[in-house]
């Protein structure tokens, strides 16, 4: 069965660092998104993306994060200038619609447990 | 807010009994998804309901869809240990909100 792939698994950085969490979605999936979710704390939204373009983002996902899809396969979340309370597991999905009228449900990957100290 | 919201926050039932989840929410959706993540581990989905459905089934789960209350339940039927996790309800209308969870707890 297809997988979402998240690397690293773990990643341990130091505060004021910048991080790349990287993702290779299902390859024929077109929407891709990052969740994270702070330890035993619920899921969070933090961005969609679409024909290599942000469609919805949310209040969480300031200037210092960033995604890109720099090729063909990878999606990546760029997380400048680390906190400790960006301490989380980041999640990355893909989806081969929203909208309605074809609905999918996501795929997520395993996800990247982000440390900062 | 789009977001889920279930009930109860945790459940603890022997194995063999059913465990009912249910999940509320405030706007408008497309669909809405639960999922089930084992502690400290990824998001497995389990089922989608479509705003036009009302029930649906997948093996021992069973997902209800009422649009007029904005809620949902999950059921699982004769549960076993390795069910115990928390579940979660998920809403999408044009990005997808998840609830904060039930934690499930199934003793043997």
């Known amino acids: 069965e297809p997988e979402v792939t998240q690397t690293p698994s773990h990643q341990v950085t130091q505060m004021g660092q910048e991080v790349i969490l990287r993702c290779v979605p299902i390859s024929n999936h077109l929407y891709f998104y990052w969740y994270r979710q702070i330890l035993g704390q619920k899921v969070e939204f933090l961005v969609s993306?679409?024909?290599?373009?942000?469609?919805?983002k949310s209040e969480i996902f300031d200037d210092q994060f960033s995604v890109e899809r720099p090729d063909g396969s990878n999606f990546t979340l760029k997380i400048r200038s680390t906190k400790l309370e960006d301490s989380a597991m980041y999640f990355c999905?893909?989806?081969?619609?929203?909208?309605?009228?074809?609905?999918?449900?996501?795929?997520f990957g395993s996800g990247t447990r982000l440390t900062v100290v | 807010s789009q977001q889920g919201e279930e009930d109860p926050q945790a459940l603890s039932i022997q194995e063999g009994e059913n465990a009912t989840m249910n999940c509320s929410y405030k706007t408008s959706i497309n669909n809405l998804q639960w999922y089930r993540q084992n502690s400290g581990r990824g998001l497995v989905h389990l089922i989608l309901i479509r705003s036009n459905e009302r029930e649906k089934h997948s093996g021992r789960l069973r997902v209800t869809l009422d649009t007029s209350k904005k809620s949902s339940s999950l059921l699982i039927t004769a549960s076993r240990a390795a069910d115990t996790a928390s579940y979660f309800c998920?809403?999408?209308?044009?990005?997808?909100?998840f609830g904060a969870g039930t934690r499930l707890t199934v003793k043997p």
């Open positions: 999905a893909s989806s081969q619609s929203t909208r309605q009228g074809k609905s999918y449900g996501y795929t």
């Open positions: 993306f679409y024909n290599n373009e942000i469609s919805e």
């Open positions: 998920a809403t999408v209308f044009n990005d997808m909100r």
